[in-house]
């Protein structure tokens, strides 16, 4: 598989997980944040048509592993995908994952784009419960739409890095 599109909510791992795989199968690795966001100029929102011609771009090369939310702006990555990992964890541990890494984003001993304010906090851990609410309805539309969808838990995501 070349080109693989790891989707699942907020603090679910989907970066730990692209990366991984990326190393360990030696594809590039692109979150799909950094397209959306211009990191290098103050964490700006692209425009739409920004955003579509650097995601048209990605999804052209040979190999990818993309790694998102699962924004339906992206469909295009899920039908040419080889695979689509979507990864499913439960509610408290996605609260507590991402209260963790907001301490330790405001306490210096995790990098960050921009400094994390309580509002953002309280806004990620809302996009968790929406998330998590949508689950079924995102597993049934990646179905829909990729040619192959594996739904990833704990213990399946350390199955496949160790794989």
């Known amino acids: 598989m070349s080109k693989i599109y790891v989707i699942g ?5 989907k970066t730990t997980l692209a990366n991984t795989l990326a190393k360990k199968l030696n594809i590039k690795m692109y979150e799909l944040d950094k397209v959306v966001w211009d990191d290098d100029n103050g964490n700006i929102k692209r425009s ?15 190999s990818w592993i993309i790694e998102d939310v699962g924004r339906s702006k992206f469909i295009d990555g899920v039908k040419n995908a080889d695979v689509v990992y979507y990864i499913d964890l439960n509610k408290f541990v996605l609260y507590k994952r991402c209260i963790l890494r907001w301490v330790k984003q405001n306490l210096g001993l995790m990098k960050y784009n921009y400094k994390p304010t309580l509002k953002d906090l ?4 809302s996009w968790i419960n929406k998330d998590v609410g949508q689950k079924e309805e995102k597993i049934k539309y990646l179905k829909e739409n990729a040619k192959k969808v594996i739904i990833l838990n704990k213990k399946e995501i350390k199955k496949l890095i160790n794989s």
């Open 48 to 62: 739409n048509e920004d955003i579509a011609i650097l995601f048209l771009k990605i999804i052209k090369e040979n």
């Open 122 to 125: 309280f806004n990620l851990l």
């Open 9 to 13: 909510p907020v603090s679910s791992g």
